[in-house]
């Protein structure tokens, strides 16, 4: 999806500017070129949207004389149009991308303070330990995105008692040392 949104913004750009280039000098269209490379770097990241920034530096340097003057690759100019083009569309690449990150951060931020406003909203209405520690191993394995949690309260005598599980039953087959579960004392499962 990300090629397919980077090649209709270069030819959407390119159509824009040989239309528009009779308004203003071509060069002042580079910018438009711009676009499709950001809404790239946004959405699919920085490898390829570095792909795009090529393409369109190129596809910039080609079209800004088209179809008066070809491109002249032993032409100097050329070269530092696509240089310049290309250094500031990185430049821009890079900035998306640390937007991005800090979107996800942000994101991953919010996730946890929402289950953290889960288990003391628990605990506020009075529930029973149980619930709050169902819902405390919960929230723990959403998250780890485990598939698995459990939380023991370990004892003085070296036992542990599981007070609460998310996700399938622990297995009793790998025993390394005495829980209890449900008032009965079984092995632990070490992961």
Known sequence: LGLVVAAVAISAETLLVVV???????DTFGVVYLLGAL???????????AVTSVVSAFGFAYFRNWPDDSFDPADLRNWVVI???LL???????????ARA???EAEHTAERQAALRRVATAVAQ???PG????TVTTELAQALHAEHAALFRYEPDGTAVLVAAHGAVV???RRTAPVVVDGKRWGMVVV
Do not use: K
């Not at 528009?20 to 071509?26: C, K, V």
């Open 20 to 26: 528009f280039r009779t308004m203003a000098p071509m």
């Open 39 to 49: 809404v790239v770097a946004i959405g699919w990241g920085t490898g390829l949207a």
């Open 83 to 85: 240089g310049v083009f």
């Open 88 to 98: 500031a569309t990185l430049m821009a690449n890079m900035l998306a991308g640390v």
């Open 102 to 104: 800090a979107a996800a």
């Open 126 to 128: 009075g529930l029973p």
């Open 131 to 134: 619930e709050v520690f169902s």
């Open 171 to 173: 297995s009793r087959e």
